[in-house]
């Protein structure tokens, strides 16, 4: 059964330091990840995708199949990236989205 | 383009009452999920709908939840009766192929 692990439930920075918050798989298939981000009183949005292999606000992430990880990366964090971030896995060719608890980021000034 | 839309925002009910979920997805957009997401988890899908037939109920505890989405557009969650333990937010979302796109829920209390 496919699965999605986000082992930090709460992740603190300072602003300007780098962030990663992480992401492990399991599923036997080829699958698509991606990382949904919900900013406080809004909606849950898809942030990025794999296949699209580009930068959102200044994230990025690399499917790594070797280690079933999807580690979602920032460089300089900014106190507007305090959201509650979601890794989520789609098994290919299926239309059903699993998501992993979630990891609460908070960035400080 | 319009986003997908639910009412109500916001239910609290008595354990043993019923509640109905409304959303509207967005115009086109083929599936339709119905997600339950519980206090410091993760959306844990209920039920997938391609145009107005089912795909996945797998996790939608049948003996109380129903949900049905006449002419493939417009869908409707039911819970009869209400226990303590479904008290949480219920997402709609949608999607034509890809990402998905999520309405802003309707949080459910249920005392």
């Known amino acids: 059964a496919q699965r999605v692990t986000q082992p930090e439930k709460l992740l603190s920075v300072f602003k300007g330091a780098p962030v990663e918050l992480k992401c492990n798989y399991s599923y036997s298939g080829s699958p698509e990840l991606f990382w949904y981000v919900q900013y406080s009183r809004q909606r849950l949005q898809l942030l990025l995708r794999?296949?699209s292999r580009e930068s959102i606000k200044g994230f990025t992430a690399d499917l790594n199949k070797g280690e079933t990880s999807f580690h979602l990366k920032k460089p300089f964090a900014q106190e507007e990236d305090s959201a509650m971030y979601y890794c989520a896995l789609r098994q290919g060719g299926s239309e059903k989205l699993v998501f992993g608890k979630g990891t609460k980021l908070t960035v400080n000034p | 383009e319009a986003g997908v839309a639910q009412s109500p925002r916001y239910k609290i009910i008595e354990k043993r009452q019923s509640v109905a979920f409304w959303c509207n997805p967005i115009?086109?957009?083929?599936?339709l999920y119905w997600y339950q997401q519980i206090l410091g988890q993760g959306p844990k899908l209920l039920i997938q709908f391609q145009n107005n037939g089912v795909v996945d109920d797998s996790q939608l505890p049948k003996d109380r939840f129903s949900a049905e989405r006449l002419k493939g557009v417009d869908s409707t969650l039911k819970i009869q009766p209400a226990k303590l333990e479904d008290s949480a937010v219920y997402l709609c979302?949608?999607?034509?192929?890809?990402?998905?796109?999520f309405g802003n829920g309707t949080r459910l209390t249920v005392t």
């Open positions: 794999h296949i």
């Open positions: 115009s086109g957009h083929a599936t």
């Open positions: 979302a949608s999607s034509l192929r890809g990402p998905l796109h």
